[in-house]
Nanobody, 126 residues
Framework: QVQVVESGGGLVQAGGSLRLSCTAS????????MGWFRQAPGKEREGVAC???????YYAYSVKGRFTISRDNAKNTLYVQMNSLEPEDTAMYYC????????????????????WGQGIQVTVSS
């Protein structure tokens, strides 16, 4: 049984930092391209960052230079380090895993199995 669990969200002041984690079990982690998505109230879900199976990273323009996506295959964990947070970064954040997938820019995508975390809230106060 596959489980994908996110952690690390919360409330932070503008200019602060948070690190989100996404730990998966029940799958072969190396097989997956992975990404972080977010959805703010009243807005569509958007890709934030993606990391390929080989470790190549891609970022949305709005977060480039502030966010860093990484993966630790030995720990079955995906991360995103978020620095210089802005109120506009407030959203529900989701991790997504695409089996044998790829990064279409900042969006993880594929045509095989995919799994999503339950979502975690990030709130940045001004």
């Amino acid at each position: 049984q596959v489980q994908v669990v996110e952690s690390g969200g919360g409330l932070v002041q503008a200019g602060g930092s948070l690190r989100l984690s996404c730990t998966a079990s029940g799958l072969t982690f190396d097989d997956y391209a992975m990404g972080w998505f977010r959805q703010a109230p009243g807005k569509e879900r958007e890709g934030v960052a993606c990391i390929s199976r080989s470790g190549t990273t891609y970022y949305a323009y709005s977060v480039k230079g502030r966010f860093t996506i990484s993966r630790d295959n030995a720990k079955n964990t995906l991360y995103v380090q978020m620095n210089s947070l802005e109120p506009e970064d407030t959203a529900m954040y989701y991790c997504a895993l695409e089996r044998f997938g790829y990064c279409s820019g900042e969006t993880a995508t594929g045509y095989r199995d995919n799994y999503w975390g339950q979502g975690i809230q990030v709130t940045v106060s001004s």
